[in-house]
């Protein structure tokens, strides 16, 4: 149930003092949806959510994604989120859960690329098994990614980086592109 699934998001958050997303209004779409948002928090990171079964499977990249193949990054698996997260930018005001300024830096589709003995597996299995690809179609980012869980005991570290394909470039995309798909404006904008 999806409400069981946010339960770890809500303990997290007041929402008299927030502008998050209280619940998932929003409805699963045909072509599951994702959104890399740059959020400028204690530290500035990127977070990656992937639309699975209902809510938003979320990874914080400290580094943010790459669009160079040799480059692999750190994520961190977080909470579940809402789907009405998809869209969310704004700040969270100072003293609540993840304060700080967030702006959409990428969002598109993607698609589950991930087989097991040459069937296709679902999603939800795939990262209950460790080893998640999938294809985007973003603004910034396209192409083949994959997210892979270190297999270290008690961590929950994962890998996350831009498997070889056509799209492979070497440039800095952060840098190129650091505005927001949504306004066009930089989380300095908003902060």
Do not use: C
Request: aromatic fraction near 10%; hydrophobic fraction near 30%.
């Amino acid at each position: 149930m999806v409400e069981d699934k946010l339960s770890k998001y809500k303990e997290k958050r007041d929402f008299e003092k927030t502008p998050e997303p209280f619940t998932s209004q929003g409805s699963s779409s045909a072509k599951p949806r994702f959104v890399i948002q740059k959020h400028d928090a204690s530290r500035l990171h990127y977070d990656l959510r992937l639309e699975v079964d209902g809510v938003l499977k979320s990874w914080a990249v400290p580094k943010g994604p790459s669009i160079d193949y040799t480059q692999k990054r750190l994520a961190i698996p977080t909470e579940d989120h809402p789907l009405d997260y998809i869209d969310f930018e704004g700040t969270i005001p100072q003293g609540n859960y993840g304060a700080g300024t967030v702006i959409v830096w990428d969002t598109g589709t993607y698609r589950n690329l991930k087989e097991k003995e040459g069937q296709k597996i679902t999603m939800e299995q795939a990262i209950e098994e460790g080893h998640v690809e999938f294809y985007l179609e973003g603004e910034k980012l396209k192409g083949a990614y994959a997210l892979i869980h270190t297999g270290q005991k008690g961590r929950k570290f994962w890998l996350f980086f831009k498997m070889k394909d056509l799209h492979h470039e070497t440039s800095d995309i952060l840098k190129e592109r650091p505005e927001s798909v949504l306004t066009g404006r930089l989380i300095e904008d908003l902060e």
